[in-house]
T-cell receptor
Framework: AQSVTQLGSHVSVSEGALVLLRCNYS??????LFWYVQYPNQGLQLLLK??????LVKGINGFEAEFKKSETSFHLTKPSAHMSDAAEYFC????????????FGIGTKLQVIP | DAGVIQSPRHEVTEMGQEVTLRCKPI?????LFWYRQTMMRGLELLIY????????DSGMPEDRFSAKMPNASFSTLKIQPSEPRDSAVYFC????????????FGPGTRLTVL
């Protein structure tokens, strides 16, 4: 069975500081991994996805994530936080092989302090 | 592209009433997902369809919940009778099954059952 664990339901950073949101996955087969962002009163939108083409994945709004198989991790980073990055971020995993179910983590709310 | 369309955006009803939530997926997508989001339980997959056929409804909480997809451009989620614990934001998402499972979310329907 596939699952993701997001460490920290709330993260606060200062504007301009590094953003690091942690995600560890569990999957019986090589996974697809995703980061989604949810702004208040909106649906989720895809930030980036890992599909095995490259371990370092770049997404929108300056975010990137690195797939580390040895650590079963897919942490999300951004060098410099902006006020507009305040949102909830979800890590998600899907198993390859024709099964379409995506399992989402509990989410991490990012607060950016001016 | 209009994206995934959900209606209504907000619904307030009284306990015992029937509630019907509607979703129009992105044209050309062949998979559709219904999720429920609450503070306590996070984002839960209720059911998903592939080519209009229900594939996995194991997340449907109980018999009061039912979902249909009569054609590729329309789906409904019905709750009958509704209960206060059904209050949540319900999201519809669609995807094109190309092996990557990237899902596109609608804006959600905020349901309040009094």
């Amino acid at each position: 069975a596939q699952s993701v664990t997001q460490l920290g339901s709330h993260v606060s950073v200062s504007e301009g500081a590094l953003v690091l949101l942690r995600c560890n996955y569990s999957s019986s087969v090589p996974p697809y991994l995703f980061w989604y962002v949810q702004y208040p009163n909106q649906g989720l939108q895809l930030l980036l996805k890992y599909t095995s083409a490259a371990t370092l994945v770049k997404g929108i709004n300056g975010f990137e994530a690195e797939f580390k198989k040895s650590e079963t991790s897919f942490h999300l980073t951004k060098p410099s936080a902006h006020m507009s990055d305040a949102a909830e971020y979800f890590c998600a995993v899907s198993e390859r092989g024709g099964y379409q179910k995506v399992t989402f983590g509990i989410g991490t709310k990012l607060q950016v302090i001016p | 592209d209009a994206g995934v369309i959900q209606s209504p955006r907000h619904e307030v009803t009284e306990m015992g009433q029937e509630v019907t939530l509607r979703c129009k997926p992105i044209s050309g997508h062949n998979s559709l997902f219904w999720y429920r989001q609450t503070m306590m339980r996070g984002l839960e997959l209720l059911i998903y369809f592939n080519n209009n056929v229900p594939i996995d409804d194991s997340g449907m909480p109980e018999d009061r919940f039912s979902a249909k997809m009569p054609n590729a451009s329309f789906s409904t989620l019905k709750i009958q009778p509704s209960e206060p614990r059904d209050s949540a934001v319900y999201f519809c998402a669609s995807s094109f099954w190309d092996g990557y499972n990237e899902q596109f979310f609608g804006p959600g329907t905020r349901l309040t059952v009094l």
